[in-house]
């Protein structure tokens, strides 16, 4: 059967079992129909889309739920009165062929567990300890949608924006929402079928555009990601300067923790500078960045990127500076160390870049720092920003 489902809960169904019966005919419970307690080896089977009441004796149940292969599936066994056992296999009732998904604390009254579904059905068996008259449990099996997309920032370029976000593992599409009045989230206009980084382009210079965008896969579709927002200007005309001394990012667009600090000592102008961890250490496995606005470097004759730095960079982390000529969906790395920097120094630095290379283009910076799954140091910190002409 084809399944298409909007919600979380497919189905659920209450079995009311009668201890007093003894093993013999069952009957209905609160409205639902009877149904025939299944067997290892003839299970009942289960319509995902039809919710199911019915009562069933004690002892051992077996169900089969159609489902698609690939998906995510959470069981969940809410024992209302007393305490059941939850295992679940792939296409049959044998442990040989078991997921992994089997739950056998006897002591819990509540069991769950998450499984990919390799074949088109479940099989659940439902472990009965029951020895309440009246005893009675609900199974829920609830199709798990995918994460929504995290590192999501949005690039502020002419008459466009370029929207990126990180991949979600068990997605297999996403879809952008926009609109130019905040927190519309998925009320938004929505965009089908993008991947990142998508350029939006068709936009009005002065305008702001908030953005969300969405994982999809065959259980359906994520909630909304963080809202981002951008403002297409013309690109900014050399010289330009930023000394985040507002205590804003000054149109830079930050994706991670990446933020202004006050932290004293931390900053070449007073009172902020830009890092990527505020007041903490970075985190590990982290692929952060701020990302400046436009520039026109067409006609300048020796552009020059400048700033003011120190860092705690540990072994296997680094902090690149890297140039995108196309709004932000490619870098170059132009940092002036090979491989990044790494390491520590504890008094701020000046840098400059020669930006000759890219002198017939627009171009975006981005100060990136990417992480390794073990080490954190308290990270980068930038201030005093210019580009020249
Ligand atoms: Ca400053
Ligand atoms: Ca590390
Ligand atoms: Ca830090």
């Known amino acids: 059967m084809k399944l298409t489902w909007k919600n979380f809960t ?23 129909v009877p149904v025939a307690q299944g067997s290892a080896s003839s299970p009942v089977s289960i319509s995902l ?12 149940s077996y169900y089969r739920i159609p489902v698609t ?27 040989s062929d078991a997921l992994g998904c089997t739950s056998g604390n006897l002591n819990l009254i509540d069991e769950q567990c998450e499984a990919t579904a390799t074949q088109t059905a479940l099989y659940i068996q439902v472990l009965g300890g029951f020895t309440n008259a009246g005893a009675f449990f609900t199974l829920t099996v609830t199709p798990v949608l995918p994460a929504a997309p995290a590192g999501v920032i949005a690039i ?4 466009q924006v370029t929207v990126s976000w990180s991949p979600v593992s068990d997605a297999t599409s996403y879809n952008l929402y926009f609109s130019q009045t905040s927190g519309a989230g998925k009320g938004g206009t929505k965009i089908a079928g993008v991947t990142s980084p998508h350029v939006h382009t068709g936009r009005t210079n002065g305008v702001t555009y908030y953005y969300v965008v969405t994982s999809v896969n065959a259980n359906g579709e994520s909630v909304a990601s963080a809202q981002v927002a951008a403002t297409p200007v013309a690109a900014l005309t050399l010289p330009q300067s930023f000394n985040f001394d507002n205590g804003t990012l000054q149109g830079w667009s ?17 009172p902020y500078s830009v890092t990527d961890s505020p007041n903490v250490n970075y985190s590990n496995n982290a692929n952060t960045s701020i990302t400046s606005p436009v520039f026109d470097l067409t006609g300048a004759v020796s552009p020059t990127l400048s700033f003011y730095h120190e860092y705690s960079i540990e072994t296997f982390d680094r902090g690149y500076v890297e140039v995108s ?49 073990n080490g954190v140091f308290d990270g980068w910190y930038i201030d005093d920003i210019s580009i020249t002409n």
Request: charged share 15%; with cysteine.
């Open 10 to 32: 497919i189905f659920a169904f209450f079995l009311s079992l009668l201890a007093s019966c003894g093993g013999g005919s069952s009957t209905p419970d609160g409205g639902g």
């Open 49 to 60: 889309s039809t919710p199911y009441a019915g009562s069933v004796d004690k002892t051992i």
């Open 69 to 95: 292969a690939g998906s995510i599936y959470k069981i969940t066994v809410t024992a209302m009165t007393d305490d059941v056992d939850l295992a679940v296999w792939r296409t049959n009732l044998w442990s």
């Open 156 to 159: 502020a370029g002419n008459s």
């Open 254 to 270: 930050a994706t991670g923790a990446w933020g202004v600090t006050s932290a004293a000592g931390y900053f070449t102008s007073s």
């Open 325 to 373: 000529t196309d709004g932000g969906v490619t870098f170059v790395d132009v940092t002036p160390i090979v491989d990044g920097y790494v390491g520590e120094i504890f008094s701020f630095a000046n840098v400059a870049i020669d930006l000759s290379s890219f002198k017939t283009s627009s171009v975006v910076i981005r100060f990136r720092l990417q992480t390794d799954w």
